[in-house]
């Protein structure tokens, strides 16, 4: 199976929970033949929901890549999960998708994940309003609803519905005004005229054909001269509106009862951009990120966009082709790494499955199994030719909780299939922090790291016990403070002796450190001087109200004593570590807690609850912004502790609709009974973390 660039689509599909996505994409294989019979989530046999988790939820959890074949060319399809938390999987198929196709459910209209996904997807869009046949379904109405939600953006109706509910029928095809009525469980359809009692028949084709021929001089005059356009001029004159974003193909049906597919796909074939199309609307001579790449050398390179680990074939890895072609038992560099990796045989991936190929074309998706050194992000390339590609720009992880084992012996084991998790997810991430001591996930939401956990359980048998994570404090000074400390001791032989003199005081936010040596006379000598700041730098570790790192202090050396014999560079680092306590407890020592920068995006319904909630969690809110679609932005700037939980608060507020970003902004001091309990609770954890020892 060989196809030119030319007759490749890359078609990722999005849209909210339940919009229907992967109903449509088994659709769309049983009608290409790619399937002898559609699968179906209640019964866990679907192609793109195979994992065992995503059976028994009955949810897509990563993305799935499958393939059919349609006048002549080849349809990749990637079908994307529609949950908030496994939006890491969404943002990386648009790295290999050409064309979004965002479906819609007829009853719900516009959600709100399809409009967030809608923000963050550059790409040419088709949208397909799909259950047309549920008892509250609208089509009208979801156009509506688009036209509000994406304001500024041109909604064109390819064909229109014979009936809705119980009464859809078919759909009216705008261009040739006529009925399809679909026969065969949808793999064949039954052409007649348009019914003239079609609402919006007529209104919705003159916008078809206006809208067509704007993008082509000669088909303008030809339509304004009352000159019949002609069915593959109307083709060539959308699509050249489609490919720059200028408009949106609509189209309806019904994935359930493939009612709508065969319209689709040839929508799909003939109106979405090959990877060889280079959106006309970007300024000459940048390149598009999503063509492939055209120049003198033709050697093959390839982005890897997802990697998942499968317990027979190991770990895989998918590509987009961006540049050559590429072969089974390449060997190719990593160029990000600048490892070399043989890259054995070539596979299509169909699902679950992989399907062996000997050649892929560029832009086509291809897979590789077992590369050693390889990840997600990575680009691989010829090594005579390298190349850099452009990388997946990922989400921040917004929701972090320590996780430990409920058997000691079980932590290891636990540790290394996490780093598998975090491989195939980059949202999901897993670290030691070694100033708390926890091991710390991290990952977009309570659900993506409950499924993970819970396939941990079902297979491996680890309980695994998860607690909030630690607060990294900090603690600083308000005034300059003065203090000398002498260390001495004697035991025999040599002893140990250092004394000096230093003052503290407060400096620039941010600059953590600064350190100046005054000593005159030789009072403490050069070689001493690196001992002196060893023992600073410990002392700041840990500071005088709890334990916390010291931050933002200078500290200035200017006298002290050394003895002939009993003087080290271990008895100064002892003296300096000592009088720079002495100096801090004087020196109007505070606590520091994180704030953390946060963006809210929610319906307009919800701000008013989200701002009170805000307010309760101490939070400081900066700015609010209405974006298309009832959606607004709010920017505050909140205490990291009271955020620890908020993917869980927001979703509560929101009935799972919000979502959220968040980023370090600065430390700001907290004095009062909030600063004295944490004070209270640190000292007793240290004490404890003590007598553990």
């Not at 014999?565 to 004087?586: G, H, L, P, Q, T």
């Not at 979502?659 to 954890?685: C, H």
């Amino acid at each position: 199976m060989k196809y030119d660039t030319k007759n490749i689509r890359n078609v990722a599909l999005y849209g909210h929970s339940n919009s229907g996505k992967t109903t449509l994409n088994e659709a769309m294989l049983f009608t290409a033949g790619s399937i002898p019979e559609k699968g179906k989530i209640e019964t866990g046999n679907t192609v793109s929901d195979y994992m065992d988790l995503e059976i028994s939820k009955k949810i897509s959890i990563h993305s799935s890549i499958s393939f059919l074949e349609w006048n002549n060319s080849l349809v990749n399809i990637i079908d994307t999960p529609g949950s908030a938390d496994f939006v890491g999987d969404v943002v990386a198929s648009m790295a290999p998708a050409n064309s979004g196709l965002f479906v819609v459910n007829a009853e719900s209209g516009v959600e709100i994940e399809t409009i967030k996904i809608w923000r963050k997807c550059n790409l040419p869009k088709l949208v397909f309003i799909n259950k047309m046949d549920k008892d509250n379904a609208n089509f009208e109405k979801c156009l509506t609803h688009l036209k509000e939600s994406f304001k500024g953006v041109t909604f064109v109706p390819l064909n229109i519905p014979i009936g809705e509910g119980k009464d859809f029928k078919g759909v009216v095809d705008l261009i040739d005004r006529e009925a399809r009525y679909f026969e065969e469980n949808g793999k064949k359809i039954r052409k007649e005229k348009a019914p003239d009692n079609i609402t919006g028949l007529d209104v919705h084709y003159k916008e078809m054909l206006e809208t067509a021929v704007e993008s082509d001089e000669n088909l303008m005059n030809k339509y304004f001269n009352d000159e019949a356009l002609t069915h593959d001029e109307v083709v060539m004159g959308l699509k050249k509106s489609i490919i720059t974003g200028t408009i949106v193909p609509v189209m309806c049906g019904n994935a359930s009862n493939n009612s709508g597919i065969i319209a689709l796909l040839d929508a799909i074939t003939n109106y979405m951009p090959s990877p060889a199309d280079r959106n006309p609307s970007l300024p000459e001579g940048e390149q598009d990120p999503n063509s492939i790449i055209e120049d003198a050398s033709n050697a093959p390179a390839v982005f890897i966009f997802k990697t998942t680990i499968d317990q027979f074939a190991g770990k895989i890895s998918y590509f987009v082709v961006k540049r050559g072609h590429v072969t089974s038992d390449m060997e190719l560099l990593n160029v990000d790494k600048n490892i070399k990796e043989k890259c054995g045989k070539l596979f299509k991936p169909f699902g679950k499955n992989l399907k062996d190929v000997d050649n892929l074309s560029p832009g086509d998706i291809g897979a590789f199994t077992k590369l050693a050194n390889t990840g997600t992000n990575d680009t691989l390339a010829d090594v005579k030719s390298p190349i850099s590609l452009p990388k997946i720009d990922l989400p921040q992880v917004i929701f972090s909780q320590a996780i430990t084992t409920k058997e000691k012996k079980d932590e290891e084991k636990l540790i290394a299939l996490l780093q598998k998790i975090s491989e195939e997810d980059p949202t999901f991430k897993i670290e030691y922090n070694a100033e708390t001591k926890q091991n710390v996930i991290s990952g977009m939401g309570e659900t993506q790291i409950k499924i993970f956990l819970d396939k941990i359980k079902d297979k491996n048998k680890i309980e695994t016990i998860l607690l909030d994570t630690k607060i990294a404090y900090r603690e600083t000074i308000r005034k300059k403070a003065t203090a000398e400390y002498t260390h001495k001791k004697q035991s025999g032989g040599h002893g140990q002796y250092a004394k000096v003199a230093i003052d503290i005081y407060p400096i620039e936010v941010g600059k953590y450190y600064e350190f100046v040596n005054a000593i005159v006379g030789g009072a403490i000598g050069k070689g001493y001087i690196p001992g002196c700041e060893k023992g600073f730098h410990e002392a700041m570790d840990g500071g005088v109200l709890a334990g916390y790192k010291v931050v933002d202090v200078g500290i200035r050396l200017f006298d002290g004593k050394e003895h002939d014999v009993d003087s080290s560079e271990m008895s100064f680092k002892i003296a300096s570590r000592n009088a720079f306590k002495e100096a801090m407890k004087n020196a109007n020592p505070v606590l520091l807690e994180p704030i953390m920068e946060l963006t809210v995006y929610a319906e307009n319904k919800y701000i008013g609850d989200i701002l009170s909630d805000l307010n309760s969690k101490r939070g400081r809110v900066s700015g609010q912004e209405t974006l298309s679609g009832g959606l607004e932005v709010i920017k505050a700037s909140v205490p990291h502790k009271e955020l620890l939980r908020y993917a869980i608060d927001l979703k509560s507020i929101t009935s799972g609709t919000g979502s959220f970003e968040m980023s370090f902004y600065n430390y700001q001091p907290l004095t009062g009974k909030l600063a004295d309990d944490i004070v209270a609770a640190r000292k007793k954890e240290i004490v404890e973390e003590k007598d553990d020892e």
